[in-house]
């Protein structure tokens, strides 16, 4: 312990040291109400029982006073100054913007300045736009750490935490941005504007927002000219890393390719502090006039398009404190009435046509998707009804076929078996076959068969033949004698018809050629004499 107080005789922890990096690194000069108000808002509510608000406020920044003095013992802070109030400025070194580049993950050469010398003159600037920072802000206190404090206190932080947010954390905002209209963005040319703010939230809803904030101190016409600045910014168009050009502004902030549906520039957000001698209500009007053709849109069917147009916002700075962004205390150029800030940057009435477009498009979408599904239905209904219609009926019930029925009746594929019946059900089929069982057998047992001994050249069908020209069955013997083949057998003349028939034939041929059976019989007998020499070579 003694070594961390003789490092740090402040005594401050990490926490708090790196509370200032983050708050000083992005609002440059701050005092330390302002950095605790940020970096821990639950001490606002604490110490009540002081005497003084001085006293208050004095124990309530005690903790970041501490580390403010040991970071400037580290050369990472210095006093810069004080403010009309007498409250003491600080801000960075060199060597402290370095370390809150890293608090901050930003790189070092988007950190600004120092901001040295900036309180001089009291600072009124700065501390309007710290102020409008915190008022986006809104930090929310910890009611964890508010416990033992009085109910008074208690009730107050949790009125805080009840009220609408604020958008984006420290981190979401920087100060002192250049916007070259020449030259780079590390080194500048003449003609370019300096944001007072910039705001990146698409977390909340906000993309980018780029803050000024006036004292009231600048005629609407310098306002005028600055804004003009801030369009020549916007159309300023730069090659990117991959060659093709793109708005300057686009190779550093990420932003969608078009705001609200348009494809506008970034929205300008005008923050008066009414601290000056001019007065907004007055300034605003003449200034609306001066930026017409800067904001002003283009009528679509009930809404505006604003391509190639830049959004300006306005509001007071007191406004903004008590209602903050969700209150409707913004007004747009162009429009004739308050809203809340997300709505006055954006398109209400566009969004609104495109989200009852999508939803026409979607029922239009939904509507035919049923025609088609109602078309598919019917169209299986009638495919179904030619199919039924199509179905074969048993010749012997007169019941319609099965699926499986249907499909083994008719089967034609490669290796199949031909069905017996293709004209039965299942049913009818099964009685059918029972049927035929015992008059295979028979004929199976009225086949000659010799002691079971093997007949050379003779094949058995397996249905018994039928006369063809009277429609009796072939005897076995007329049977074996049209189907014997073999070597030496000679073919029957009339293998389709039985044996009366055959006979009739032979009868009616040998009325009609008498001649032609005498020389059917020499034709036979020459071979059948031949057949005998032949053979007998063999049996000498």
Known sequence: MAGKRKENPGGSSNNLRGDVLRVLGVLKVATAEQ?????????????TDKPTPSKRKQARTASHTGALSDMRKHNLAENGGSTETGDRLRNLTTKGLQAAAYELQRPVTEMGSTARGAGSSG?????????????????????AELTKEPAEARAAAQAAVDAPGGIGTIASYWTEVPLPATGTWNAPGKGGAQADSVLTAPQDGVPLLFLEVDNCHESAEEIADKLEKYARFFRRKVKDSDCRERPMWRTRWTAPPTWSGDAAHPPVLLVFNRIGERNPNRTIPRLQELTRHLWQGERAGGYHEYDGKMPIIATGLKNLREHGPAGPVFLRFGRDHMQPLLEAIGNPRREAAEARFREETRARRDEYQAQLRRAAQEQAAKQAAEREARRPVCTG??????????????????????????????????RADTAQVPAAGKQERQEPVRDGAWQPGFQRHARR????????????????????????????????????????????????????HRQQEQGQAVPEQNGGAWLSRFRR
């Open 397 to 430: 019930c007169g019941a319609r076929f099965t699926d499986e029925r249907w499909q083994e009746a008719h089967a034609t594929d490669w290796g199949t078996p031909r069905d017996t019946h293709p004209h039965l059900c299942d049913d009818c089929k099964q």
């Open 35 to 47: 950095i605790q108000r940020i970096g821990v808002p639950h001490l606002s509510y604490r110490h």
């Open 123 to 143: 600072a009124s600037h700065p501390m309007a736009v710290n102020e409008t920072v915190i008022a986006m802000l809104r930090p929310k206190p910890n009611l």
């Open 465 to 516: 033949p039928v006369c063809t020209e009277c429609g009796a069955e072939f005897t076995d013997e007329r049977w074996r004698a049209v189907e014997h083949v073999g070597w030496g057998a000679s073919q029957e003349p009339r293998p389709s018809l039985c044996e009366d028939c055959d006979r009739q034939a032979v009868t009616e041929v040998q009325q009609a050629w008498p001649g032609a």
